[in-house]
């Protein structure tokens, strides 16, 4: 019961600082938080703000299989890698590269202003992971810039 009571008393601040309903079911539930124990890619990157990701991708052929991030940050860092891991899953590495600012906040729906710099951080750190991916592999990937 105190449980819920704390959830329910994140949910409301969440919802007042201008988190989308969607944003917080991602921040709440952390459905792709942890590391691919076969990852082909594991990539980590810190904002300038002090937030960390790591993405692990599981790469077959052209196609991203799975994918996991760990965040060290705050409910919009944590929203932010969530959602773009459901993003990227299934597409081709050139596809998942060309992920920019709006497919992110397509899916989140809606996150405070201040906290797009957690958005950025996500895409950053996916397109850092494919760039050395493909890498490793003689290929060359161009991201989008954002």
Known sequence: MEHDSAANDVHKMLSESGYSEKAIKYFQDKENIGIL???????????????????SLSIDGETINDARIQVLGCPGAVASGC??????????IEEAAHIDL??????????????????????????KALEEYQGKNGRAVKAEGN
């Open 102 to 127: 709006d497919a992110l906040y397509e899916e989140l729906e809606k996150l405070p202003e201040k906290k797009i710099h957690c958005a950025r951080l996500a895409i950053r750190t996916l397109q």
């Open 83 to 92: 959602a773009l891991v459901n993003i990227a899953r299934g597409k081709t």
């Open 37 to 55: 124990d076969k990852a082909n890619q594991i990539t980590d990157l810190t904002g300038p703000c002090g937030d960390t990701m790591k993405i």
